[in-house]
């Protein structure tokens, strides 16, 4: 099993251009998440799905996009990078939301210059 | 108003002792989980110990315990026996509503020779 695989590893975009951080999970887990860490601070909740087809916001959402087409991926996308945007990101996935089993990815580390 | 607070930014431990780190929560959420994860220096988010918020006993795994006192709402983490390769930040984090994981800022644990 290959757990929860994030890619890139490490991303330079400049300030307006968009990309799209990968998340793909191989457990068949239903729930998925991604949170930003910034320094000093904990992992912040972007966006999440319990499920294909079904996503939902968390505390910080604002200027990212996703989307559920397959249980297995759920990309996160940046839409007009800002340096406000600068962070570590982390994809989660667990079987279901009372389960207590989060799997991380390993991050992607992002820089908008 | 915080959800997860850690009140302790940085802690020195000398090797072979133990060690808590603190964390409160808040929730009004009778169904909820609480979940401690270890960072090391690499980034990786690294599942330690899980507490519901209906188990009736402290949640252990080898060396880490969790003490939890559910009027108090708090969940500290005991680690007994301090390592070197215990030196990390340590995050508190709360599972609630649909799943959502809610971080404290972490304590950065420093182990002594």
């Known amino acids: 099993n290959a757990g929860v695989t994030q890619t890139p590893k490490f991303q330079v975009l400049k300030t307006g251009q968009s990309m799209t951080l990968q998340c793909a999970q191989d457990?068949?887990?239903?729930?998925m998440s991604w949170y930003r860490q910034d320094p000093g601070m904990g992992l912040r909740l972007i966006h999440y799905s319990v499920g294909a087809g079904i996503t939902d916001q968390g505390e910080v959402p604002n200027g990212y996009n996703v989307s559920r087409s397959t249980t297995e991926d759920f990309p996160l996308r940046l839409l007009s990078a800002a340096p406000s945007q600068t962070s570590v990101y982390f994809c989660?996935?667990?079987?279901?939301?009372?389960?207590?089993?989060?799997?991380f990815g390993s991050g992607t580390r992002l820089t908008v210059v | 108003a915080q959800k997860i607070t850690q009140t302790q930014p940085g802690m020195f431990v000398q090797e072979k002792e133990a060690v808590t780190l603190d964390c409160t929560y808040d929730t009004s959420d009778p169904s909820y989980g609480l979940f401690w994860y270890k960072q090391p220096s690499s980034g990786e988010m690294i599942f330690l110990i899980y507490q519901g918020s209906y188990d009736q006993q402290n949640a252990t795994e080898g060396r880490y315990s969790l003490n939890f006192q559910k009027a108090r709402k708090s969940a500290n983490l005991v680690i007994s026996a301090s390592q070197l390769g215990d030196s990390a930040m340590y995050f508190c984090?709360?599972?609630?509503?649909?799943?959502?994981?809610?971080f404290g800022s972490g304590t950065q644990l420093t182990v002594l020779p």
């Open positions: 984090a709360m599972r609630e509503g649909r799943g959502q994981l809610t």
């Open positions: 989660a996935s667990s079987y279901d939301r009372n389960n207590y089993g989060y799997t």
């Open positions: 457990m068949n887990h239903e729930y």
